[in-house]
Structures are given as structure tokens and as C-alpha cells.
């Protein structure tokens, strides 16, 4: 199973982002899917999640209305699409499939948003 993260990199506050998420050695179909961030000396924390057939999505509140998540199952891709950043966007962006007791990760993807 792997989850491979891209779309990183450094932009200026106000800037946007676009991150994928390219799952390979699951059905992807079958997995919930999700967005989490770690900024360093911080917990890690949901950034946006995803049902198997997109459906109702959720936020964390500091990103509602910037962020959009989505999923294209004939891709087995995840996107995370990301506007208006702030300097509090910056972490290490991970990704996250579940099915009942199936969980993985992916290696993680730096986001740094400059003021």
C-alpha cells in the first residue's frame, strides 16, 4: 500500500495550493479519505475528510470556505485545493485512507506560506 503526497511547496500568504494524493495497493473506492496537518511543536490535526463516494465533506474551521477537498476514484486521487493561505497553513500535510480497521499514511507533503 502506498499514499504519495504532491503539491507542496512555498507560496506567499494570500497565494494558492493545489495537493494530490495518488493511492496505489488498496480499492481506493472503498476508503474514506482525508487531509491532516502537523505544524512543528503541534498535535496532528484534520484538515478536511472525504466519504468513499464524495458526499458530505467535512472542514476544520480555520480552513472552511478556503479549502476544498475532492476525489476522483477512477484516479485513485485525492486533491486538496487551497486558497487565500495564512502563515498558520504551514505544516507538513498528510494523507489518510480508512476502511473499518484498514488505516494508512502517507509520507507527508510541506506546505510553508510566507507573510
Known amino acids: 500500500v502506498q499514499l504519495v503526497e ?3 511547496g512555498l507560496v506567499q500568504a494570500g497565494g494558492s495550493l493545489r495537493l494530490s494524493c495518488v493511492a496505489s495497493g488498496i480499492t481506493f473506492s472503498r ?3 482525508g487531509w491532516y496537518r502537523q505544524a512543528p511543536g503541534k498535535q496532528r490535526e484534520m484538515v478536511a475528510t472525504i466519504p468513499i463516494g464524495g458526499g458530505i465533506t467535512n472542514y476544520a474551521d480555520s480552513v472552511k470556505g478556503r ?5 476522483d476514484n477512477a484516479l485513485n486521487t ?3 485545493q487551497m486558497n487565500s493561505l495564512k502563515p498558520e497553513d504551514t505544516a507538513v500535510y498528510y494523507c489518510h485512507a480508512v476502511w473499518i480497521s484498514y488505516n494508512y499514511w502517507g509520507p507527508g507533503t510541506q506546505v510553508t506560506v510566507s507573510s
Do not use: K, V, W
Open 6 to 8: 504532491s503539491g507542496g
Open 31 to 33: 476508503y474514506a479519505m
Open 67 to 71: 479549502f476544498t477537498i475532492s476525489r
Open 78 to 80: 485525492m486533491y486538496l
